[in-house]
C-alpha cells in the first residue's frame, strides 16, 4: 500500500502527466488521508523519506488529523505524533531541507502545538529550545556552523508560524478559537518564553557580521511581528534599539528593520508613555540616516514609519480625559516634535514616485485636520505652520498634474485617469486647508504661479497649464469666512472675495488658455469658468468671450466629444447663473449656433454632433435663456425648438394606428428622444407662456396616446417626466386633462410600472394637497381595484413574482396615507370600496412582509375615525383587526434573525400598540369579545415564542404589548 502511495503522491505531483491517470492519483491520495490511521503511516514514513513531494504530502496527513480528528486520538498516538516532528527536527540540520519543506513543516508542527500547548504539551519550548542547543553535537566540526544556521533557521520560521496561526487568530476565527489563542499567548508570557524568545532574536541580530541575511531577515520578521504584543520593556531598551538604528543603514536589512521600529511605535500605550518612546527612540536620527538611498521600497517603508510616527503625535496631542494625557509642558514638546516629524514627512511627499509619496500623506491631511480644529476653535496660528504651508503648496502644484507620458489612447487609460483624480481629489481638500490656514500665503503663491503659466502658454506642456488651472478652480470657496464687524451681521463670502475671484477670472479669459490645444487643459478651462462665472462681469465683451468659447471649437463644436459633453453640461450651468446676461448679449448668437444642431436625429440620419445627453441639456439651456427674455421671445424660441417636435408627435398617430405598436427600432428611439427633448425643455420653462399653452397641452395630448404604439419602459420614463414638469410650468391649468393622461399610464399592470405611477401621484398630493381632490377621486377607484386584483392572484411563495405584487402593494398603500395626510381623506373614506380597501389593509397588517404591515398598520390607525358613526361596521371591524395585530406581529418569521424584519419591527409593534390603545379607549367590550375568540392557549403560545429572548428593544415591546392583551382578554 505504501509503494502505491508513494507512486500516487509522485504521479499526483506530476503537472506533465496524463490528466486522467493524474485525477486518479488525487483521488486516491486524499481517500487515504481520509482513513483512520493514514496518517499512521505518514508519520512512519515521513524520517526516512528524501523526495521533497512525498514528505510534503505526510506532513499534510498528520496536519489534516490534527485539524479534524485530533480529539479522538489516545495519549499514546499524541505522543507518537510529537516524538515523530521533534525527531524530524533533530534531523533538519544534518539533512537540510529545502525552504519550501521547512516552511510547510513548521505550520504542520505549529498546529499540533495549537491543539497541545499549554495542557497537554506544557514543555513544547524547553523540547525545541533543548533540539537548537545540540543540533550541531553529532555534526562533522567543518559542518556544525552550517547545522547550526540550519535549526536556527527552523525555529525562526517556527515562531513565525506561531504569530500566523495563534497571535493573528486571536482577532480572527471562532469565540472558542480566540480564546483558546489567547489563552496560549498567555501562558508564553507568565511562563517567561518571551523574554527567552526576544533574546534569541536579539542576539542573532547582534551578530549580523556572522549570520547569514536569511536568520537576519528571520530574525527581524519576528521580532515585528511579536513586538506589538509583548512587554515593550523587552524591545524599547539601549541594546535593542541601537542595533535597530545600526541595521537601518544595512542595504538588505532597512526595510524590516524600520518595520520593527514602525510596530514598536504603534504599540498601545497612555499619550505620555507613548510621547516618551518615541523621543527615545530618536525617530528624526533614524528617518535622517537612510533619507534618499535610491531604494523606492525602502523609501516606502520609512515613509510608513515617519507617517506612524506623526499620526501617533496627533493622537496623543488630542487626545483629553484619558490615564496619562500630556500635560502643558508634555503638549509643547509634542507639537515641536510633530513640526519636526511633518517636515520630514513633506520630503517623502515630494517623493516623485506615487507609491512613496502616499505613505505620509495620511499624517499631513491629519495634521491640517488639527490645526483647522484649533483655528475653529480660536486658537492662534501655531509655531512653523507657514513654514509648512508654503513647502506644501509646490508639492501640491506637482502632484495634480498629469503625468506627462500618460497615454490617453490605451486600454485602461480611464481607469488610471479615475485613479488620479481620485488622489488628486485628496490633494485638493489638502489644498483647501492651506486656503483656509493661510489664506494670504495661497494667494500670493497662487497668483505668482497663475501669472507665470497663463501669460506663457507657449512655453508649458498641457501637464503644467492643466495643473495650474486645477489649482485656481480648487481655491474658490476655501477660504476662511470673512470677519463680521463689531455687533453687525455676518459678511457674505461670495461678495466678500469678489475682487479676488473676479481677478484670477479675468486673468483666465484674458490669457487665450481656452484655444489650448489639449482636451485636458480645455476641460479644466470649461470646469473652472463654470465655477467662477458669477465673477465675470457684466458687459457684453466678457460675456460673449466666455460663451463663445463654449459654443465653438473651443467647447460644443470640438472634435473631442468629453470637451463636447462637459460644455453643453457647463453651459446649461452659465445659463442658469447667468441668465439675464447671456439672454440679453447673447441668445440669437447661441441660437443661430446651435438651432441647426438640435434637432432630433430622424431614423437613418448619420450620428450627430451631439448625442442625446447634450441635446437635452441644450434645450433646458435654451428655455431657460428664452424666459429671461420674457414671453414674447419665449413664444418665439418654444415654437421653433418644440413645433417641429410637436409636428413629428402628430405624424407618429395617423387616425386608427393608436393601438398598433411601431416595430421600427430606430422609429421607436426617434419618438423617444423627441419626448425627452420636449420634457428637457419644459424643465427649463419657468411658466408656459401663454401663447404657446395650445402648443404644449398638443404635446402633451399626442405623447400619452403614443404610449400604446411606443410601450417601451423608456417611453413611460419619459412620459412620467413630463407630466411631472408640465405639473411644475402649467400647474392647476392641467388637472382637467390629468385623469385622462394618467389612463394611458394606469393601462399597465406591471408592477414596476405601477410604483413609478404611484411615486408620481404621491408627489402630487404632497404638493397640491386638496387641490387635487377631482384627480384622486378619479384615479383612487381604478388603483384601488387594480391592486386589490393583483392581491388575489396566485402565485408561488418566494418568488419574484411574488416580490414585485408585495412592492406594488406597498407603493398603493403609501399613496393611500399620502391621501390621509394630506387633507384628501374623503376620496378614501366615501369611496364605496372602502370595506374591500379594510380587508386588504387587514390582511397587509397581519401579513409576512414587514413593509406591508407597517404600511398596512399605519393606515389603519388613520382610517378608526371612519367608523365611529357606524356601529355595526366597528363590530365587523374589531373583530378583524384585533387577530391581524397578532398575525402581523408573531407569524413564520418571527424567531429568525430576518434582516429585513429586523428593519421594521420595532415601529410595526409601535404601530400595532397605537391602534390596539385605540381600541381599547374607544371599545373596550368589543376589545374583549374578540380576544376572547382567540384560542385559550393563543397567550401561553405567543410567549413561548420569545422564549428565547434577545435583548432587542422590539422583543420586549412585544411582551409588554402581549401581557396588556391577556390582561384585556382575561
Not at 828 to 855: E, H, I, Q, T, W
Amino acid at each position: 500500500m505504501a509503494d502505491d502511495l508513494e507512486n500516487a503522491i509522485v504521479c499526483m505531483s506530476d503537472e506533465g502527466v496524463d490528466p486522467e491517470l493524474r485525477a486518479k492519483a488525487v483521488e486516491y491520495c486524499n481517500s487515504f488521508m481520509s482513513t483512520p490511521d493514514g496518517w499512521k503511516v505518514c508519520a512512519s514514513r515521513l524520517l526516512g523519506c528524501t523526495n521533497v513531494p512525498v514528505v510534503i504530502y505526510y506532513l499534510s496527513a498528520m496536519e489534516n488529523m490534527v485539524l479534524y480528528r485530533y480529539e479522538t486520538c489516545g495519549e499514546g498516538d499524541r505522543a507518537e505524533l510529537r516524538n515523530v516532528y521533534l525527531q524530524w527536527i533533530s534531523r533538519a540540520p544534518k539533512t537540510r531541507p529545502v525552504m519550501a519543506l521547512r516552511n510547510i513543516f513548521c505550520r504542520s508542527l505549529i498546529v499540533l502545538f495549537r491543539a497541545e500547548y499549554p495542557e497537554r504539551w506544557p514543555t513544547f519550548f524547553q523540547d525545541v529550545f533543548g533540539l537548537i542547543k545540540g543540533a550541531a553535537e553529532d555534526v562533522p566540526e567543518g559542518e556544525r556552523a552550517a547545522a547550526q544556521e540550519m535549526a536556527t533557521d527552523i525555529f525562526l520560521r517556527l515562531l513565525l508560524a506561531i504569530d500566523e496561526l495563534v497571535v493573528t487568530l486571536t482577532v480572527t476565527g471562532t469565540a472558542h478559537e480566540r480564546a483558546h489563542n489567547q489563552l496560549i499567548k498567555d501562558r508564553m508570557k507568565d511562563d517567561g518564553y518571551i523574554g527567552g524568545i526576544v533574546n534569541f532574536w536579539v542576539n542573532e541580530l547582534a551578530n549580523c557580521q556572522t549570520n547569514s541575511l536569511e536568520v537576519m531577515s528571520l530574525s527581524l520578521e519576528g521580532l515585528s511581528k511579536y513586538v506589538t504584543w509583548i512587554d515593550v520593556n523587552l524591545v524599547a531598551n539601549d541594546r535593542v534599539v541601537a542595533i535597530l538604528h545600526q541595521l537601518v543603514t544595512h542595504p538588505s536589512l532597512r526595510s524590516l528593520a524600520v518595520q520593527c521600529l514602525t510596530q514598536l511605535v504603534a504599540k498601545g500605550m497612555q499619550p505620555s508613555e507613548k510621547l516618551t518612546l518615541m523621543e527615545y527612540i530618536r525617530v528624526e536620527r533614524v528617518a535622517e540616516q537612510a533619507m534618499w538611498v535610491g531604494d523606492e521600497d525602502f523609501e516606502e517603508e520609512m515613509g510608513r514609519f515617519v507617517n506612524r510616527v506623526g499620526t501617533e503625535l496627533v493622537q496623543a496631542i488630542r487626545a483629553e480625559n484619558v490615564p496619562g494625557q500630556l500635560d502643558e509642558a508634555a503638549q509643547d514638546r509634542a507639537w515641536r516634535f510633530l513640526l519636526r516629524v511633518v517636515q520630514q514627512a513633506l520630503s517623502f511627499t515630494a517623493h516623485e514616485y506615487d507609491d512613496v509619496s502616499e505613505t505620509c500623506m495620511p499624517l499631513v491631511v491629519e495634521y491640517f485636520q488639527t490645526l483647522k480644529g484649533l483655528r475653529r476653535a480660536g486658537a492662534p496660528a501655531s509655531e512653523g505652520e507657514a513654514d509648512v504651508v508654503l513647502r506644501l503648496l509646490p508639492i501640491l502644484e506637482n502632484k495634480m498634474r498629469y503625468d506627462p507620458d500618460f497615454d490617453f489612447a490605451a486600454p485602461r487609460a480611464s481607469d488610471e485617469e479615475y485613479v488620479f483624480k481620485e488622489y488628486r481629489t485628496q490633494l485638493q481638500r489638502l489644498f483647501a486647508a492651506c486656503c483656509m490656514l493661510r489664506p494670504e500665503d495661497v494667494v500670493q503663491f497662487l497668483r505668482k504661479r497663475a501669472s507665470a503659466v497663463l501669460g506663457n502658454l507657449g512655453t508649458h506642456d498641457f501637464t503644467v497649464v492643466e495643473g495650474t488651472l486645477t489649482l485656481v478652480y480648487s481655491l474658490y470657496g476655501r477660504f476662511p469666512p470673512p470677519p463680521a464687524p463689531s455687533g453687525g451681521p455676518a459678511v457674505c463670502a461670495k461678495a466678500h472675495y469678489h475682487p479676488l475671484y473676479a481677478e484670477f477670472v479675468e486673468m483666465v479669459l484674458s490669457s487665450g488658455v481656452s484655444a489650448y490645444q489639449h482636451h485636458t487643459v480645455q476641460l479644466a478651462y470649461l470646469d473652472l469658468v463654470t465655477r467662477f462665472c458669477e465673477h465675470v462681469p457684466r458687459t457684453p465683451e466678457a460675456t460673449r468671450e466666455l460663451v463663445g468659447s463654449m459654443l465653438d471649437n473651443r467647447g460644443m463644436s470640438s472634435a473631442h466629444p468629453t470637451v463636447r459633453g462637459r460644455a453643453a453640461y457647463q453651459f446649461l450651468k452659465v445659463c442658469t447663473k447667468l441668465k439675464q446676461a447671456v439672454a440679453q448679449f447673447c441668445l440669437e448668437d447661441i441660437l443661430k449656433a446651435l438651432l441647426p444642431a438640435l434637432r432630433p436625429t430622424p431614423p437613418g440620419a448619420p450620428p450627430p454632433l451631439h448625442d442625446k445627453w447634450e441635446k437635452r441639456q441644450l434645450y433646458e439651456a435654451m428655455a431657460i435663456l428664452a424666459c429671461a427674455r420674457g414671453d414674447a421671445v419665449a413664444v418665439e424660441v418654444s415654437q421653433a425648438l418644440v413645433g417641429p417636435l410637436a409636428e413629428d408627435l402628430a405624424r407618429a398617430l395617423p387616425p386608427g394606428s393608436e393601438d398598433t405598436p411601431i416595430e421600427d427600432a430606430d422609429v421607436v428611439r426617434y419618438l423617444e428622444e423627441i419626448v425627452s427633448l420636449a420634457s428637457h425643455y419644459m424643465k427649463g420653462l419657468s411658466e408656459v407662456p401663454a401663447g404657446v399653452m395650445g402648443l404644449f397641452q398638443g404635446v402633451l395630448d399626442s405623447t400619452v396616446r403614443l404610449l400604446p404604439r411606443v410601450p417601451t419602459d423608456s417611453m413611460r420614463n419619459f412620459v412620467l417626466q413630463l407630466l411631472h414638469r408640465a405639473v411644475e410650468t402649467i400647474r392647476e391649468q392641467i388637472f382637467p386633462s390629468l385623469p385622462q393622461y394618467l389612463s394611458y399610464l394606469l393601462r399597465s399592470d406591471n408592477p414596476d410600472h405601477v410604483q413609478r405611477n404611484l411615486a408620481f401621484l404621491n408627489q402630487l398630493t404632497v404638493r397640491f394637497r386638496g387641490h387635487l381632490a377631482p384627480v384622486a377621486e378619479q384615479l383612487f377607484p381604478t388603483l384601488t381595484e387594480a391592486t386589490l386584483r393583483r392581491s388575489q392572484l396566485a402565485v408561488t411563495p418566494g418568488s419574484e413574482e411574488e416580490r414585485e405584487i408585495v412592492s406594488a402593494g406597498v407603493a398603493y398603500l403609501g399613496f393611500v396615507a399620502s391621501l390621509l395626510q394630506n387633507n384628501l381623506q374623503d376620496v378614501v373614506l366615501k369611496s364605496p370600496l372602502l370595506p374591500n380597501l379594510c380587508s386588504f389593509l387587514v390582511g397587509a397588517a397581519g401579513g409576512p412582509d414587514p413593509r406591508s404591515a407597517k404600511m398596512g398598520a399605519n393606515v389603519l390607525l388613520r382610517l378608526l375615525p371612519a367608523y365611529q358613526s357606524s356601529p355595526d361596521s366597528v363590530v365587523a371591524f374589531v373583530h378583524e383587526v384585533v387577530p391581524a395585530l397578532l398575525r402581523g406581529l408573531f407569524h413564520r418569521r418571527l424567531d429568525t434573525d430576518d434582516p429585513v424584519w429586523s428593519m421594521y419591527i420595532a415601529e410595526n409593534i409601535k404601530l400595532q400598540r397605537a391602534l390596539y390603545s385605540h381600541l381599547t379607549d374607544r371599545y373596550p367590550q368589543l376589545l374583549q369579545e374578540a380576544l376572547g375568540n382567540l384560542p385559550a392557549n393563543a397567550f401561553e403560545a405567543y410567549m413561548g415564542i420569545l422564549g428565547q429572548e434577545k435583548e432587542a428593544d422590539a422583543r420586549k415591546q412585544m411582551k409588554g404589548f402581549l401581557r396588556a392583551l391577556h390582561q384585556s382578554s382575561s
